[in-house]
């Protein structure tokens, strides 16, 4: 309040000094005065000495765009420009007293950073160089007051540490680290702009990548130089994987074809395709276990769960053809190689709960065994005489051929596979789903 009243006086004061012809009125704006002003102001100006002792600069991220975010690389590119802001009094013109002439008709003078001090601002976790920003192209609008204003543009690319472990419903936090080289946090203090610590305003979307949450912050690490501090900005930008494209060629593909390992004991044994499809089924599984490979940082320390996914189908795949080979084996062993008692048990059991029930379904599933007996050499499987039935026409005894433990031993493992791959499969998908709608 006291300051407002001050000012008002100082204003009346200079009102009627310039009234009465004390201070030379101020002229409108002109070419030949803005010149005048810059041969005043500037005449001993030295750029390499700071305003004050201490400089405070306002700083603004402008983000236009996410151009590339490379989580194999770990890598963030991103376009925008920083806003800074800081007060050089060297530059002030509303003193009329200072000056030869009334310059208060210019609103702004322009220069550039050969004529003006700045901060040397560092990206210190910046990939293609460590350099200090700069731009002449761009020029620094000063206020009457001696504030400077300044917008240099730039590509960042950052390195950015990827968590990979729920890709590809992943999110990203990476973060662009802003440092004051050479000047300690006793010359200059980087503070955030508190109306706008990053805007995006101008940003446009990027087609793989979802902006989620900006911030900005001056905790976290601090750069030191033996006992002297700098002082340091950090930019956080969260993105977020649009996860369509991995879904419909990634994730449904490999769903499907996980059912197909199943399928593969449900090919009859004669047909001669059981371990080529099992083979098949194995070598797609391992392409696509290629490509994820080829998209996750091989120096991540978080596993992804779609990779400990494909690697249980994988394994999944690589039982399937070997039990697919044992059951073969089991098919074509002939009657002369005893069948151990605690397998006839197993298999009277099973037979009349997984292929039939009762008497008929017996009799028809044994008449359509596709089974080639004289080739073989194999006795066509019969109810033995002495089959008893109950009063529901139940079979209690059959005669067990090898014919019949393999497909018993198809059946169930069809059933375990199906059970436990569509298990698997949900826990795997919900997982992701839950992450991307809560993270």
Known sequence: MVFKCFRNIIMILLLLLTKFGLIPASDDYSTSLETSLRDEIFDDYVVQQRPNETIFIM???????????????????????????????????TDPLKFSANFTSIQYLFSSETYVWKPTLVIKNS????????????????????RIFWNPPGIYKVSCKSDIT?????????????????????????????????????????????????SASTDGEQVTDGITGFSSLFFSIKLRRRPIFHIINSILPMSLMAVLIAVVFKLPVDSGEKT??????????????TMISDEIP????????????????????????????????????????????????????????????????VHSDLK???????????????????????????VSDIKVTWQIVARILDKAFF????????????????????HYYTA
């Open 276 to 289: 080529g499809f099992s083979l098949t089924v194995l070598l797609a599984y391992g392409v696509y276990l």
């Open 166 to 214: 729920y890709y590809p419903f992943d999110t990203q936090d990476c973060i662009i680290k802003l440092i004051s080289w050479a000047y300690t946090t006793g010359e200059v203090i980087l503070r955030i702009n508190q109306n706008k610590a990053v805007d995006i305003s101008d940003y446009t979307e990027n087609g793989e990548w979802e902006l989620i949450s900006t």
């Open 298 to 361: 091989s120096t991540s320390v978080s596993t992804s769960y779609l990779s400990l996914y494909l690697v249980f189908i994988l394994t999944l795949g690589v039982l399937a053809i070997l039990l697919t080979i044992v059951i073969q084996r089991i098919h074509f062993k002939t009657e002369d190689e005893e069948i151990p008692e605690w397998i006839q048990r197993i298999t009277k059991q099973c037979y009349t709960k997984m292929l039939g029930k009762n008497t008929k379904r």
């Open 368 to 394: 359509s065994q596709p089974i080639n007996f004289k080739r073989h050499s194999i006795a066509p499987i019969q109810l033995n005489e002495t089959t008893e039935k109950n009063n529901s026409g139940e």
């Open 127 to 146: 990939i293609r160089d460590i350099g200090v920003i700069t731009d002449h192209s761009i020029p620094m609008r000063i206020s009457q007051t001696g």
């Open 59 to 93: 700083i603004t991220l402008n983000l236009l765009t996410v151009n590339n975010l490379d989580i194999k690389k770990q890598e963030l590119t991103v376009s925008g420009h920083l806003s800074m802001t800081w007060d050089d009094n060297r530059l002030n013109w």
């Open 415 to 434: 059933y375990v596979y199906i059970i436990l791959i569509s298990i698997i499969t949900f826990i795997f998908i919900l997982t992701l789903v839950i």
